[in-house]
T-cell receptor, first 115, second 116 residues
């Protein structure tokens, strides 16, 4: 049971390039999230999804797009990367609120550097 | 709006000392959940504990204990007899029921360094 898997683990981009981070979970979770972690700022929510075909903005959505075409996958895209998007990105999933409000299950993180 | 504040940015202790990590939260939800996560130097996020707003009973698990007080909106975490392996960043997080999105709001994190 792999849990939550993120690819790639590391990536270096030049300003203006585009890329997609893939998150895959095999726990049949409805809810999925993308967070970014920056020093001294904790984890901040970028976008999230409460089910297949749905997405919503989080706290810091600008410069990112997401898609949830399949229940198990949640993609995070950067159309034109900027140095301010240098960060560690974490994907997470969980069961729906109210069913059993369990913890988030996190991927291992993806370290992105934009030069 | 929901908010989690971890006022302690960094804490340094010597092994075997007890250490308490503070967490203060803000929410208008009557039903909510509080969490603690640990992030060791390897970078992964490890779930430690979850508490719901109706359960103020404090909990002890080995060297870890948690003190939840609704009156002061605090959910503090204590490590007894700290060890070098406890060195990590610790995050407190909050999830409220009203939005029905399940998203967690995280504090800024507290970096704990335990010296031998």
């Amino acid at each position: 049971n792999a849990g939550v898997t993120q690819t790639p683990k590391f990536r270096v981009l030049k300003t203006g390039q585009s890329m997609t981070l893939l998150c895959a979970q095999d726990m049949n979770h409805e809810y999925m999230y993308w967070y970014r972690q920056d020093p001294g700022m904790g984890l901040r929510l970028i976008h999230y999804s409460v089910g297949e075909g749905t997405t919503a903005k989080g706290e810091v959505p600008d410069g990112y797009n997401v898609s949830r075409l399949k229940k198990q996958n949640f993609l995070l895209g950067l159309e034109s990367a900027a140095p301010s998007q240098t960060s560690v990105y974490f994907c997470a999933s969980r069961t729906p609120q109210g069913t059993y409000t369990g913890e988030l299950f996190f991927g291992e993180g993806s370290r992105l550097t934009v030069l | 709006a929901q908010k989690v504040t971890q006022a302690q940015t960094e804490i340094s202790v010597v092994e075997k000392e007890d250490v308490t990590l503070d967490c203060v939260y803000e929410t208008r939800d009557t039903t909510y959940y509080l969490f603690w996560y640990k992030q060791p130097p390897s970078g992964e996020l490890v779930f430690l504990i979850r508490r719901n707003s109706f359960d103020e009973q404090n909990e002890i698990s080995g060297r870890y204990s948690w003190n939840f007080q609704k009156s002061t909106s605090s959910f503090n975490f204590t490590i007894t007899a700290s060890q070098v392996v406890d060195s990590a960043v610790y995050f407190c997080a909050l999830s409220g029921d009203s939005s029905n999105t399940g998203k967690l709001i995280f504090g800024q994190g507290t970096t704990l360094q335990v010296k031998p």
